[in-house]
């Protein structure tokens, strides 16, 4: 049977987390778990839920993987493989938020490759909602991306070098998550497309921004801009007054505009114009017709460093409703600057401001922790007056930590109580250390100033000097808390214990804690006036209980019923009745009262100023004469065919062959024979033929070459005149040559024709 607690879930997580906040709350955390199974579960998931360092993910994985099984920040031999995850997932299903701090050497660089390139899922932390990332690197920064997920909610990032893939890993940042929380800060300027690459990230709830560029007009458009964002936090540290103001340029107050104020003026007369704006937004605000705007109206938290002139031109710009306001200032602080600080927070925030809290910067406490180490002298002391704070009645919490304005009096305590009669926690420097020559100001009589007037105070931290000045506190139940519960007093002065412990059972006669610094190691340590509180803090209770006995018994005295006896009286009157009259007429008065409202009249003459001019429009004229005659051109072109003329010989071309028929006899023959072989018969035979062959020789000679000539010296001269010659050549440089060919003259004159591109012509 489960116990009863765990029924109710939210009531058994707000135990864990009570559990878990306390001193050694993770390990009895770790133990309870351990303890049974009904909180196993829940109380594994309180224990799991934020995480300060990657060491107890990768201390999941099995030992045999490691390098080092006691040291598991060394990373892994060897890749795992799926099995080995199981372990990682399930845990790492339960984590929340986590953090990494890349200067610190807990963790080997090397597991986040082995990580990314073996896991199992995309994301191995999927229900992961805030990420803590610090890195010095550019790796450091890459090694981010695998622990973005969807369900990312806030991102805090602290680059502490300049880093050129900054931009980069932003878009991819906006491009995997949809944050409600952003936080950046670096000792860079941000990215020239800062706003660029944020600006689809219009759900941001919290801004973070500390780096230069921060205060840029884009950024300020940018940031008033997103409509869900409650939670600002800027760093106005070594900006001038102007460059404050800048932030403010580029903003448009959400309804200022009214539609009567657009104006068709052109802007040429505009420098001689009545502006009416004012005007017109004074009869609209008579009316009620006037739309309220500002500058972050939605704005709740704001959190400011710097010097206390420029936080106080911060915020004049603003009209939003703040309920949270931080103010991390330079110490000690300029007075003037300071009463205007202080005077605009109640003109502006006063009905509005829930907790208002002022620490210093890290200069400042820098320079208060060398004062202390060193042995320059006591620290010193100034006072911070709070008398300029007149009326803040909404505020619950106030909080003021600074190394040097740590003198406050007993009228700034009287002003703090008309100022914030609802006040809950009061803090004034609960860490100051005095010198020995010079103590606090602030006494028991001004605490009992402050319990008198605020009666909602539970907590109340402060250094004072507790001794007492007068017994009219003593005599006034007024200034008794039924409230005040928790009172630090830190390295407060105290001489009698006796009367200390008296006078606080009578104001904080039910204070339950009272605490004060008594370590001895500690700057500024007093042994006397740690051994006085120890007695005042055991002899407390005692006094305690018997004050509120005597309140109980005084009560019960006051409040008892007299004692009473019965007895008879006889009431026998004789009756003597009267008449009387009375007259009650009233007396009246009559007064008139003359109310009629003071008139003035203006007249406002805006008749704009005209002036004449007279424009000579006359357009010039000129006469150009155009020579528009066209070129024309007379070009023959011959179509002749072209002709070749070949002579073809037709002459049939014979051959006389002798053949000789002469037998030839054996030489006994021969003497018959010769007797008939005389020269003078044979010759007959070839007379013929060569008389033939000459004939037919001059035949052609005669016939054939008186033709041939003329023809040729005809084409020739037909030749040249039908060539005609072009623009600009000279006709006296043409030469018309015939070169002799050793072939037949009628090609030489056919290859010349062709030469001049003219047909020859043939007769």
């Known amino acids: 049977m489960f116990p009863t607690i765990l029924r109710d879930p939210d009531a058994a997580k707000k135990l864990f987390e009570t559990i878990i906040d306390s001193p050694n709350g993770r390990r009895s955390m770790s133990r309870l778990a351990r303890t049974c199974r009904a909180m ?92 803590i990332w610090r890195v010095d690197t550019a790796a450091g920064l890459q090694r981010c991306t695998i622990f973005l997920n969807p369900e990312l909610q806030s991102l805090v990032l602290e680059v502490s ?50 780096a230069p560029g921060a205060l840029s007009s884009s950024v300020g458009q940018w940031a008033a801009s997103l409509p869900m964002l409650r939670v600002l936090e800027l760093d106005l540290t070594g900006r001038s007054v102007i460059a404050v103001e800048g932030f403010f340029d580029d903003i448009v107050a959400s309804g200022a505009s009214t539609p009567s104020d657009a104006s068709s003026d052109s802007g040429v007369f505009s420098g001689d114009e009545i502006d009416f704006t004012e005007i017109r937004k004074s009869s609209l605000r008579l009316t009620g017709d006037l739309r309220s705007g500002g500058v972050f109206t939605d704005l709740r938290q704001l959190s400011l460093t710097g010097e206390v002139a420029n936080i106080a031109v911060f915020l004049k710009h603003l ?30 925030f006063s009905k509005s401001l829930l907790s208002l809290r002022i620490n210093a910067t890290g200069s400042s406490r820098f320079n208060e922790l060398v004062r202390s180490t060193s042995r320059g002298g006591d620290p010193p002391c100034r006072h911070l007056p709070l008398q300029h704070f007149t009326s803040l009645p909404s505020l619950l919490r106030l909080e003021i930590d600074l190394p040097e304005s740590v003198l406050f009096h007993n009228s700034d305590l009287r002003a703090v109580a008309q100022a914030c009669p609802n006040i809950e926690t009061l803090r004034l420097c609960p860490m100051a250390r005095f010198p020995a020559s010079s103590g606090p100001s602030l006494t028991l009589e001004g605490v009992a100033v402050l319990t008198q007037g605020c009666k909602r105070l539970q907590t109340l931290a402060l250094v004072l000097d507790a001794h007492t000045e007068s017994e009219e506190t003593f005599n006034s139940l007024d200034v008794s808390s039924r409230s005040l519960l ?41 042994e006397a006036n740690a051994t006085g509180w120890q007695k005042v803090s055991d002899w407390l209770p005692h006094m305690q209980g018997m004050r509120l006995m005597e309140r109980a018994r005084a009560v019960h005295l006051a409040t008892q019923k007299p004692e009473t006896r019965e007895q008879s009286v006889d009431a026998t009157v004789t009756r003597i009745t009267a008449d009387k009259s009375l007259q009650a007429k009233p007396r009246l008065v009559q007064r008139y009262v003359q109310v009629s409202p003071k008139l003035v009249d203006r007249s406002t003459e805006a008749k704009p100023e005209l002036v004449s001019m007279s424009i000579d429009a006359t357009p010039s004229i000129m006469d150009t004469s155009v020579d528009a005659t066209p070129v024309v051109s007379h070009q023959s072109v011959s179509v002749r065919p072209n002709m070749v003329s070949t002579e073809v010989d037709a002459s049939v071309h014979t051959e006389n062959k002798a053949i000789s028929a002469i037998q030839a006899l054996p030489f006994e023959d021969a003497n018959s024979v010769n007797k008939y072989a005389d020269p003078f018969h044979a010759f007959p035979s070839v007379i013929p033929a060569v008389l033939a062959g000459l004939l037919t020789f001059a035949c052609r000679i005669l016939t054939s070459y008186p033709l041939t000539i003329p023809m040729h010296m005809l084409d020739k001269s037909l030749s040249i005149l039908h060539a005609q010659p072009k623009e600009g050549d000279d006709l006296s440089s043409e030469k018309h040559e015939l070169r002799p060919s050793p072939a037949h003259s009628v090609s030489s004159s056919t290859s010349e024709l062709l030469d001049h591109d003219i047909p020859p012509v043939c007769l």
């Not at 952003?182 to 759900?203: A, Q």
């Not at 103010?327 to 502006?348: F, H, K, T, Y």
């Open 40 to 131: 196993c579960e829940p109380a594994l998931n309180v224990l799991w839920r934020e995480l300060d360092s990657l060491l107890p993910i990768i201390s999941l994985f099995p030992n045999t993987l490691m390098k080092r099984s006691r040291r598991p920040g060394l990373g892994l031999a060897k890749a795992p493989n799926a099995e080995d995850w199981s372990r990682v997932l399930a845990y790492g299903e339960r984590v929340r938020r986590i953090a990494y701090i890349e200067s610190s050497t807990s963790v080997s660089p090397s597991i986040f490759a082995i990580i990314a390139e073996n896991r199992p899922v995309q994301y191995i932390l999927p229900h992961l909602q805030q990420l």
């Open 161 to 210: 070098t300049r880093i050129p893939q900054l931009a980069t890993f932003l878009a991819e940042v906006c491009s995997t998550t949809q944050l409600s929380s952003f936080s950046f800060t670096s000792p860079t300027s941000l990215p020239e497309t800062f706003t660029d690459i944020l600006r689809s990230h219009n759900t941001l709830e919290k801004l973070v921004l500390v």
């Open 486 to 526: 928790r009172l630090h007093v830190g390295h407060s002065v105290v001489n009698d214990s006796l009367q200390t412990t008296i006078l606080l059972s009578h104001l904080a006669p039910y204070l339950e804690t009272i605490k004060w610094f008594h370590e001895k190691n500690r700057p500024g340590y007093v």
């Open 319 to 348: 009209t939003s409703n703040l309920t949270h306001l931080e103010l991390v200032i330079e110490d000690p602080p300029d007075m003037a600057d300071w009463q205007d600080l202080s005077g605009l927070i109640c003109e502006r």
